[in-house]
């Protein structure tokens, strides 16, 4: 099921809220996927979903790799039955200020904080799609 992000369902903000392991596609240079477990966190208001992770990964080297204009990526979210997928466009930022961001936020959402990391990045994914299969409200 396709979600409106313009107004998104309180059970599609809840269910970016809890904590699960994600999964964030990106594209290999021969086009083929690269699919890998991750932390995410997505902010509505701004339709963008973070992830926190170190500067010499194989996903960050796929997202600089698509050039200046990003790649195109999903992270999926699946809890049993219920998943949601958030499709979008991939960079990279070395920004400490946004980096330190999305530390915040993964430690808001995870319950922890991350590990020390000083060759720490940050993907950032405007997203422009959101569909999945979520609980109904109650």
């Known amino acids: 099921m396709a979600i409106d992000l313009t107004a998104p369902p309180a059970s599609f903000l809840a269910f970016w809220r809890e904590k699960h392991v994600c999964t964030?596609?990106?594209p290999?240079?021969?086009g083929t996927p690269h699919v890998?477990?991750?932390g995410v966190t997505y902010d509505p208001g701004e339709r963008l979903a973070r992830i926190?992770?170190?500067g010499a990964t194989t996903k960050v080297?796929?997202?600089r790799a698509a050039g200046d204009g990003g790649a195109r990526v999903a992270v999926c979210q699946p809890a049993g039955r219920y998943w949601s997928t958030l499709e979008g466009v991939a960079t990279v930022s070395e920004d400490p200020v946004r980096v330190a961001d999305a530390e915040?936020?993964?430690a808001l959402r995870y319950g922890r904080e991350p590990r020390e990391n000083p060759a720490r990045v940050v993907i950032e994914?405007?997203?422009t799609r959101a569909m999945g299969n979520l609980?109904?409200?109650a």
Do not use: E, K
Request: zero cysteines.
């Open 36 to 38: 890998v477990p991750v």
């Open 125 to 127: 994914i405007a997203v």
């Open 61 to 63: 080297r796929h997202v």
């Open 52 to 54: 926190i992770t170190g």
């Open 28 to 30: 290999r240079p021969d």
């Open 24 to 26: 964030l596609t990106t």
């Open 135 to 137: 609980p109904r409200p």
């Open 104 to 106: 915040r936020r993964y």
